[in-house]
C-alpha cells in the first residue's frame, strides 16, 4: 500500500514546496516521502477520472493540473480533492497524450490530446457557485404519472388527482392504500 502505484512511470513533478509527484501508467498520482522512503497514491477512488497520468504541472495557487486517458483533472493536494474536466466542458478530448505538457512564462497550461491541444490560465477557471433550483416535474402513483385537473393524456386517479401541475402543489394527500409513490425531478440550471 506504501509502494508507487505501477512500475511505469509517465510524468514526475517537484512542486513549489519540494514535494516529487510521480504520474503513472494505471496506477494514479504517487507522492513520494522522502523521510519514509513510500508513496501516497491518489486514484479514481480518491476522486481521479482515471489512473493514467500523462502531465504534471502546479498553478500559481499551488493546485496540480494533470492530464489522463479521461480529461484533464485539479488536484488541489492541501485538501486532496479533484475536480475533473471533460470533453463535455470543452476540452479537443478526454483523451491526453504522453509528454504533451507545459506551462508557459506567464502561467497558461497546455496540454495536447489526440486530437489536438488545450491551453487555459487555471486562474480565470472557476467552478459554477450557484446551487440550481430543484423542481418535481412528475409525481407518480404505482408508476403511473397522477394528472392535475383539466389535464389530458395523463392516467387519472380520482383520489389523488392533483389541482394543478405537480411543480405548482405544496400539499398532496393519499389514501392508505397509495403506498407506492415516486418523483422525477430536475436540476434547473442553465
Known sequence: ATSLGNDSILSMYQDSNNNLWIGTTGGGLNLYNPETDDFTRFTEKEGLPNNVIYGILEDTQGNLWLSTNFGLSRFDPLKKTFRNFTASD??????????????????????????????????????????????????????????????????????A??????????????????????????????
Do not use: W
Not at 488545450?118 to 394528472?147: H, L, M, Q, R, W
Not at 405537480?166 to 434547473?188: H, Y
Open 90 to 159: 470543452g476540452l479537443q478530448s478526454n483523451e491526453f497524450n504522453r509528454y504533451a505538457y507545459c506551462k508557459s512564462n506567464d502561467g497558461i497550461l497546455f496540454f495536447g490530446g489526440i486530437n489536438g491541444f488545450n491551453y487555459f490560465n487555471p486562474a480565470e477557471i472557476s467552478g459554477n457557485t450557484v446551487v440550481p433550483g430543484v423542481v418535481i416535474t412528475d409525481f407518480k402513483i404505482k408508476n403511473k404519472s397522477v394528472a392535475f385537473k383539466g389535464q389530458t393524456g395523463q392516467v387519472h386517479n380520482s383520489n
Open 161 to 190: 388527482t392533483l389541482s394543478k401541475p405537480v411543480f405548482l402543489t405544496q400539499k398532496i394527500e393519499l389514501p392508505f392504500t397509495d403506498n407506492v409513490i415516486s418523483f422525477d425531478f430536475a436540476a434547473m440550471d442553465f
